[in-house]
């Protein structure tokens, strides 16, 4: 079954753009388009697309203000954020809104592609630099000993195999780069993810902005 889709930026030639793109994605279907959150807000709940598209600076309603509407009326559509704006305050303050992922709009063709695939299937898509700061925070507060009840127990090398995991490393790309053998990098990230009591990175992510290992006012 394909992908529904719903695209919304205030810009016609993004959302053209976009829209030749997808259209090149046999598994994905664009059922819709809308220019502000307002419009966004209404298609996710007339239509229920899998994933709605959307800018994060519109008129009318903001990308984080319709997201977190969508998330509340319409819990069941993911929202990727597709914006010119990459600081990471903008990444949480999304994230935390209910988004499944934030792309920035200099990204490849095929990134796109990837993130809608990747939230419709329910998980997160993380932007690899957004990711890399993500993790470079969650292991200096590991250092610090900041929740230690919480993941005191990571082992030097598991914190670098969760490095790569967020950088977006494959098993086999990371066992390369460690020296190590791909059952025994899987081995770590079960262990990693047994240790934190999580179970997906979607979890990581959520938890650590919950347990304010990373603060929106220091970026």
Sequence with gaps: MAIRVVIVDDHAIVRAGMRMLIDGDPDIEILGEGENGVDALRLAKELQPDVVVMDVTMPEMDGVEATRRIKAEAPNVAVLAVTIHEGADYFFRMLQAGSSGYVPKRAA?????????????????????????????????????????????????????????????????????????????????????RKLNLHTRTELVKYAIRKNLISLDDM
């Design 109 to 193: 063709p095929d990134d796109l592609l990837r993130a809608i695939h990747t939230v419709a299937e329910g998980n997160v898509f993380l932007e690899p630099g957004i990711a890399k700061d993500l993790v470079a925070d969650y292991l200096e507060r590991v250092e610090e000993g900041s929740e230690k009840d919480s993941y005191d127990g990571l082992t030097e090398r598991e914190c670098e195999v969760l490095t790569h995991i967020a950088e977006g490393g494959t098993n086999r790309e990371i066992g390369e780069v460690l020296g190590i053998s791909v059952k025994t990098v899987e081995r770590h990230a079960e262990n990693i993810m």
